[in-house]
């Protein structure tokens, strides 16, 4: 993946906060790629991970290709980490202009299955995360006049995808409809509100959270494969493409949007 030229880098002098930007095993996340596309165009990117060592690596690479950025660690399901992580953000520079909510985790198990426990923590993972970095953000958004919020969300969110885990599709349905709703709240105050719903992607969240329905990792990757209209799953890249379009002035005219980006899969019936 190559950056853009310097006369190119369109988001030069912007702020970009990554929650989630570390990456659960060896190779490309979702955000860690969304974290080093926002670099390659200029963007200072603040790469927030619950483990520091992954946000390290991740602002390592940054730092490699010359690009800006800091790592950071934070719980961001607890309140006051998020309001101290975005406090000092606004301290050192100035401003956030994008928002990226990353952080989520597949928690398998039907209804019955599920401690209340584990209920709350995959919410709270995937849904309140996204409800306190936006709650600290968007005031600093109001101030601006103008910001975007990308929230990563999944197809599971509008689609049955086969795999046990209720509380995962019900985080993710109310992420999108806090995106929609949020949209819809700001947009006469310049800030936009969009998200993406992977669908079948190769990361290493899939090795950790999903492998443990298949016999093996070769008959995951296969199957998995085999259910994308394209033939091939997609990788963090493809989702971190498209993070940058939606945060990006050529889409500005677009907010509210829950936008697949699954090869297709989203139109089928099986």
């Not at 990353?102 to 409800?131: I, P």
Request: net charge negative; proline share 3%.
């Amino acid at each position: 993946m190559g950056g853009a030229t310097m006369e190119h880098k369109q988001f030069s002098g912007r702020v970009a906060l990554v929650l989630g930007a570390g990456s659960v095993g060896e190779g490309w996340g979702n955000g860690k790629a969304a974290a080093v596309a926002y670099a390659r165009e200029g963007a200072t990117v603040i790469a927030v991970d619950l483990n520091l060592d992954a946000a390290r690596e991740t602002h390592g690479i940054i730092h490699q290709e010359g690009g800006r950025s800091e790592a950071l660690a934070a719980d961001v399901t607890q309140a006051d980490q998020v309001a101290a992580l975005v406090q000092g953000v606004v301290e050192r520079h100035g401003r956030i202009d994008i928002l990226h909510n990353n952080v989520g985790m597949a928690r398998m198990g039907s209804v019955t299955e599920l401690s209340e426990a584990q209920w709350d923590t995959a919410m709270n993972v995937n849904l309140k995360s996204a409800f306190l970095a936006c709650k600290h953000v968007l005031p600093v958004m109001q101030a601006q006049k103008r910001g975007s919020i990308v929230n990563i969300s999944s197809l599971a969110a509008i689609r049955y995808t086969g795999y046990p885990y209720p509380v995962y599709y019900a985080s993710k349905g109310g992420l999108n409809q806090l995106t929609v709703g949020l949209a819809l709240e700001y947009a006469k105050q310049g800030i936009r509100v969009n998200a993406i719903m992977p669908g079948y992607v190769d990361t290493p969240l899939i090795y950790k959270d999903i492998s443990g329905q298949y016999g093996s990792r070769e008959e995951m990757v296969n199957e998995r494969n085999a259910r994308c209209p394209m033939g091939h799953m997609g990788t963090a890249w493809d989702i971190a493409n498209a993070a940058v379009f939606l945060a990006s002035d050529a889409a500005a005219y677009i907010t509210g949007v829950c936008l697949p980006v699954d090869g297709g899969v989203h139109l089928a019936c099986a």
